[in-house]
């Protein structure tokens, strides 16, 4: 009963989660966001210390629940395990008791810890859960999701109904691309062949989880009197945690995924009160509680560290510009505070309808979002970013508060412009500006019929990009937008 609860509720999380990813019309977050808000380092970032303490009560009282049922990475990781357990009828009982590799998993933390304070945001990303399923999510399963939904409409628009409509699938990120791939790849060999090796080894959120899931109140435990060392509790467990010589449970390992009290016909495992006996103290511990409390400290004050700081033109599209500051979305503050939250899940980009958000590839942000224009511009109307971001790296604003947020402001190349290079009348971007910051004057002040050129108002410019998108002059446009490391109201 415990074990098929556990699979339905992983199962609506799972499916859940994976779905934000996914919903590129953003509907579904009014529904389902807090999903992504319970995860657990979005939790952190985000200062949303109330969903932290829930989750560590909820290891307290019932061991790593977390890992089997909310964290989608995890229940991933169950699914493929449980797949090869079907290839073949042996495959059933294959894991068998391996000894905890702290130094593995306690390294991994205090790497994750260090890189976690000095900004270095990609690595933290490669390994945080949640972050690698999204990328999994974003690059690898949602093209083929799209590629379904323009089926649909392709179907609808034969029939009269416009129902669902077609949407571009393209590849937003090699870089990412490839990591989303890599991490599939290993993550899936490990679960394949091993069950939980990523959870219990890799995975610093399972390692912190871990440290408190061995006082966790209830917990599978041995009757040793029904136990007839059968081993079949052992064989089934994938987080290899079962030593039956001892008749002992890892506790810090143990994701209550139910699976060995499922298995064993004598009824000898059992999920249950625990009793207060004194564990033996050991170097594994030791080091456990040592790497535990760097992690804790680090974050910490890293997190209150950042509480006080608080449509395609019907032309060839241009290449990307070389901007000195990037930019980042309207209510993400400012450069330092988008890049201190971000986990690089990318359900920001999965949400984005214009396409102008995808991920870096610069080495020292790698993954983050940043804005770019060749595909479309950012629409005042929208806040659909603003709104799914569960790391408090994009904080919600309305749209009235983002018609007055300057991003960056706009920058005219007239070197570019088909005003000068093929000397015909444009006026594109000042037509289709939407604060009103441009406007056109005379190429030459002395003459009656002279051609008109643009100039930006940098205090009305929003920086929306909407005047970079639409510029018809190539490969490079004759305006552009350069980000501001902290946003301004206007």
Known sequence: MLRKARI????????????????????????????????????VLALNFGVVAVLILLTLLFGRVYCSVICPLG????????????????????????????????????????????????????VAPYSAYGRIAANLIAPFYQLGNNL????????????????????????????????????????????RTWCNTICPVGTILGFFSRFSLFAPIFDTNKCHSCGLCMKQCKASCIDLKEHRIDYSRCVACMDCINVCKEGAVHYALRSRKKEPQDKGRRAFI????????????????????????????????????????????????????????QLCVSVCPDHVLRPSTTLMNLMQPEMSYERGYCRPECNKCSQVCPAGAIRPITIEEKTSIQIGHAVVCLDNCVVNTDEVSCGNCARHCPAGAIRMVKKDPDSKNSLRIPVVNEERCIGCG?????????????????????????
Not at 87 to 93: E, I, M, Q, W, Y
Not at 466 to 490: M, S
Request: aromatic fraction near 12%; charge should be positive; glycine fraction near 8%.
């Open 8 to 43: 339905i509720l992983a199962s609506v999380f799972f499916i859940g989660v994976t779905l934000l990813f996914l919903d590129f019309t953003g509907t579904l977050h009014g529904w389902l966001g807090w999903m992504a808000k319970a995860q657990f380092l979005p939790a």
């Open 75 to 126: 229940v991933m990781q169950d699914i493929i395990s449980w797949i090869h357990g079907k290839t073949k009828k042996k495959n059933r009982f294959r894991f068998g008791y391996s000894p905890a590799k702290n130094w593995l998993r306690f390294g991994v933390l205090v790497l994750f810890s260090i890189a976690f304070v000095l900004g270095a945001h990609s690595l933290v990303a490669l």
């Open 152 to 195: 649909f409409a392709w179907i609808a628009e034969r029939v009269g109904s416009y129902a669902f409509y077609s949407v571009d699938i393209w590849i937003k990120s090699i870089s990412t691309f490839a990591i989303a791939t890599a991490t599939l790849v290993t993550v899936g060999v490990l679960a394949w062949k091993h069950g």
């Open 290 to 345: 040592v790497s535990t409390a760097i992690a804790g400290t680090t974050i910490a004050a890293k997190a209150q560290e950042m509480k006080v700081d608080g449509g395609l033109a019907a032309i060839e599209r241009a290449q990307k510009p070389e901007r000195q500051t990037p930019l980042v979305p309207a209510g993400a503050i400012s450069l330092k505070n988008f890049y201190e939250h971000c986990t690089a899940c």
């Open 466 to 490: 909407a005047c970079e998108n639409l510029c018809p002059a190539r490969p490079f446009t004759a305006i552009y937008v350069e980000g501001h490391e902290i946003h301004k109201d206007i």
